[in-house]
């Protein structure tokens, strides 16, 4: 999946993940891996800066947790951000129909 | 090997003092569970850190992301985008003053050295000044605020050069 696909809809991603329930940075990254199938090509470096922009809209929230006897930083989708989701989905669904309808009438 | 990445990408960070902690801590932990997540893979302990690391992305790109997008330059409209002119005028209106008081002198008193040199000196003044005014609506033209204030700042310091030289030299 090319990186260029992914960089605008990362925090689409992001939120999709949480929708899901609480989960840290690494874990975001590794199910984002494997619901893609490990096809998805994103440089985990840019999971922290897409959290902290979601967090900075009111999206997600966050606190420090403790596991294993680690510090982890914990995310979860906020009511707004649920409603942003479910925003994106929609328009989402719309753009994914037009772009069917345009490729399937070009015969590709 | 994380400690030095993690010093890496600290130096590149252009953040306040909490939020520099909290992403150095979030990608320290980041790091330390994909080391674990290799090695639990049969990934050598060193192999596993050095694939942790490029699998977060260079130091200066991870930094990059975290520091605020610079302000978009503000577009000045209206008369406000032509003050920088306000201070060249000033000085070429002094030019074209003491070349005009120059000849009316020339037309009372006839052709002297003094008025020739004072005539001569003026002149050129004048001339620096009105090029340097005219690059200066140029750049105003052009949209370029900052340049035109820049042009401005090199009429004052280049005129007032030439009176500092001038004066010597009478």
Known sequence: MEA?????????????????????GYGIGAELKRRSEEQLEVLEGSLYPALHRL???????????TQEGRRRRSYSLTADGKDELLERAAKWTAF????SSLLEAAGA | MIDRYLEDVDSYLQ?????????????????????????????????????????????????????????????????????PIALPTVVLAGG???????????????????????LRYSLLYTAVAGALTATTVIAIRNGD????????AWVFAGVTGLVVVLSYAF
């Open chain 1, 4 to 24: 260029e696909y992914v960089r605008g809809h990362l925090g689409t991603m992001i939120l999709a993940v949480l929708a899901a329930g609480p989960a840290h």
């Open chain 1, 96 to 99: 994914q129909a037009f772009m």
């Open chain 2, 96 to 118: 074209l003053a003491l070349t005009a008081w120059n000849l009316v002198y020339l037309v009372q008193h006839g052709l002297t050295r003094g008025v020739q040199i004072a």
């Open chain 1, 55 to 65: 967090e900075e809209a009111g999206w997600v929230d966050s606190k420090w947790e």
């Open chain 2, 145 to 152: 605020r900052d340049a035109a204030w820049r042009k401005a």
């Open chain 2, 15 to 83: 953040i306040d003092a909490a939020h520099r902690r909290r992403v150095l801590a979030e990608i320290e932990g980041h790091l330390h569970d994909a080391v674990e997540a290799h090695i639990a893979d049969g990934i050598q302990p060193k192999d596993a850190m050095r694939r942790a690391i490029a699998e977060v992305g260079a130091p200066q790109d991870v930094a990059m992301q975290f520091s605020p997008a610079p302000p978009p330059a503000r577009s000045i409209r209206g008369w406000r985008r032509w003050t």
